[in-house]
């Protein structure tokens, strides 16, 4: 059963800066893409980030350039450093990974989300 654990998320002041961490089980970050999205309040859930496995990142417009995704196959989780915080970014957080190995669209799993909460 493959599970993700989501830590960091708390309250911050517009320009600061979280880290959000996941930590995975019953999978391996190194076999399946990996990712965060967010969803804030009367919003759809969005793409913040995603590592796809040989490496290719991709960002949400409203992040490029503040938020970097990377992951660490040796401790399997996968992080999000976020920089330059506005309070747009205030959602809950989640860590999504998807494995491809057994269908064309995948398997998709998901954390049970973060909040992230940024102040003006």
Do not use: H
Not at 37 to 44: D, N, S, V
Not at 70 to 82: C, E, F, I, P, Y
Not at 108 to 117: A, D, I, L, N
């Amino acid at each position: 059963q493959v599970q993700l654990v989501e830590s960091g998320g708390g309250l911050v002041q517009t320009g600061g800066s979280l880290r959000l961490s996941c930590v995975a089980s019953g999978t391996t970050v190194s076999s399946v893409a990996v990712g965060w999205y967010r969803q804030a309040p009367g919003k759809e859930r969005e793409l913040v980030a995603r590592l796809w496995r040989g490496g290719t990142t991709s960002y949400g417009d409203s992040v490029k350039g503040r938020f970097t995704i990377s992951k660490d196959n040796a401790k399997n989780t996968v992080s999000l450093q976020m920089n330059s915080l506005e309070p747009e970014d205030t959602a809950v957080y989640y860590c999504n990974a998807v494995d491809y190995s057994r269908s064309y669209s995948g398997t998709w799993y998901w954390g049970q989300g973060t909040q992230v909460t940024v102040s003006s």
